[in-house]
């Protein structure tokens, strides 16, 4: 039996990797993958402790995060790509038309 | 047995995630994403939610990440991805990493005594998942649904080419 508490410090080290990975990357795109391991970490968690109080609720929960992401995603890329064929650049440095 | 998977998974899915952040190559951080993603759904399965396992990896290492592979497919850089950030970003990065780690970590020691490590019993099938998105978690599932056509249309009007008028 593996102790649950490994399980919650990987998704607490993903978390913190998906955070470093959307500080240090520039281009939109990975910037956003960063944001889905976010949330993958998050997930993790969720199950965690929906097994440890032998509760399905947190799984349920994990479910509806899933279908978010995946409208999230659909929306998030749409954006991205109308920014490429306005702007022809992915650099988030670029991006800065409300920049004062 | 459980140990040498949860560590492989383990290992496999933060080196993953470090090549992601390594690589510069979008489709290659795609790809990473991928094997990471996969990984998790282990995890999911480790942690006896089944039917999750199996929607992370279709969902997720599946449909989200194809999506991300033909948008990187369609944005099709020419001059290649920009050079990395100056060197203060990577260490304010490594600043808050630190910091954001010690404080999830001690946030979560609170829980590590009261965590148990559930009964024998299986919980998560596809079955008992099934009746409880129908009967209690009904509404939201529905508002889900809704969310998901919004998304879409939302989506294809991003997308769609406007005639000149």
């Known amino acids: 039996m593996i102790p649950l508490s490994y399980f919650l410090i990987l998704s607490a080290v993903l978390f913190v990797l998906g955070a470093v990975a959307f500080f240090v990357k520039r281009d ?4 956003f993958m960063a944001v889905e391991v976010m949330l993958n970490a998050a997930n993790l968690a969720f199950i965690t402790f929906a097994k440890s109080a032998s509760s399905i609720d947190g799984q349920i929960i994990v479910f509806f995060i899933v279908t978010v992401a995946a409208a999230e995603a659909a929306v998030g890329l749409a954006i ?8 022809k650049t992915i650099k988030s440095e670029d991006i800065n038309l409300m920049k004062g | 047995m459980a140990h040498f998977l949860f560590f492989l998974l383990a290992i496999v ?7 992601m952040i390594i690589s510069k190559n979008q489709a290659y951080n795609a790809l990473f994403l991928v094997l990471a993603f996969a990984c998790m759904g282990g ?3 480790l942690l006896d939610a089944p039917f999750i396992a199996v929607v992370q990896i ?3 290492a599946g449909a989200i990440m194809i999506l991300f592979i033909f948008v990187i497919m369609m944005i099709n850089l020419r001059e290649g991805l920009p050079p990395e950030r100056k060197k203060w970003t990577l260490y304010f990065a490594l600043g808050i990493a630190v910091v954001l780690f010690v404080e999830l970590i001690l946030t979560m020691k609170s829980a590590f005594s009261s965590l148990k490590s559930g009964g024998i019993e299986k919980i998560g099938s596809p079955t008992d998942i099934g009746r409880l998105l129908f009967t209690e978690y009904l509404y939201p599932f529905e508002i889900t649904s ?5 998304a879409l249309v939302g989506a294809i009007v991003l997308v769609k080419k406007r005639d000149k008028e």
């Open chain 2, 146 to 150: 809704i969310l998901i056509i919004a």
């Open chain 1, 80 to 87: 991205i790509l109308l920014i490429f064929r306005q702007k």
């Open chain 2, 58 to 60: 279709i969902i997720y």
């Open chain 1, 28 to 31: 939109l795109i990975t910037m």
């Open chain 2, 13 to 19: 899915c933060i080196a993953s995630v470090l090549g």
């Open chain 2, 43 to 45: 995890f999911f399965a």
